[in-house]
């Protein structure tokens, strides 16, 4: 716990270091039970989200999931979720997760949004606003959806602190692995 906080320190002095980025970056705090019983207590008014893509390399399906915590999740009780055919990478499936989640907080008219990924590579470069040719459309809406809040924040969580919106994934997956066998 110790060395995580004095990760969250250097982040906070590292940000606040950085000339006027165009996101936000919101601390961590103890308090909310995450999968993996850590805590932490996100800043008050901000609604959590954890995402997750779960890719079929042999079909080139995914599934995305979605689990919204924290202050006034009550209002959104149930997971998030949607499945595609011809998705080319894990981090297509990744990134799709976290578009579908950033643009239904957004039509809520959510103000203030963390999401939580296990795509460490993918936090990474939403941070930076960055970009790859692959993600290219699928980055344009996250940033463009981004702008419509008051503070948005993407962060990394271990694998095991997602096993909920993994779970939700998965079986979006499973169920059009199971229509696309049918058939349907």
């Not at 716990?1 to 250097?10: N, R």
Request: aromatic share 8%.
């Amino acid at each position: 716990m110790e060395i995580i906080v004095k990760a969250i320190s250097d982040a906070r002095e590292w940000q606040d270091a950085q000339p006027s980025p165009p996101l936000q970056d919101i601390p961590q705090a103890p308090n909310l039970l995450l999968p993996n019983r850590q805590t932490f207590t996100p800043p008050q008014g901000t609604l959590l989200c954890l995402v997750d893509g779960a890719w079929d390399a042999v079909s080139r399906n995914c599934g995305t999931g979605g689990i919204f915590s924290g202050e006034g999740s009550s209002a959104y009780p149930n997971p998030i979720s949607d499945s595609r055919r011809l998705v080319s990478s894990a981090l297509m499936a990744e990134c799709l997760a976290i578009r579908s989640a950033v643009m239904y907080a957004a039509l809520l008219n959510i103000k203030s949004l963390m999401i939580l990924s296990d795509s460490q590579s993918l936090v990474k470069l939403l941070k930076e606003r960055g970009s790859v040719p692959a993600l290219f459309g699928i980055l344009f809406d996250i940033y463009h959806f981004s702008s419509l809040f008051d503070v948005i924040s993407f962060s990394y969580v271990p694998r095991s602190s997602n096993v909920m919106a993994d779970s939700v994934a998965k079986s979006a997956l499973s169920l059009l692995n199971l229509t696309s066998s049918n058939g349907e």
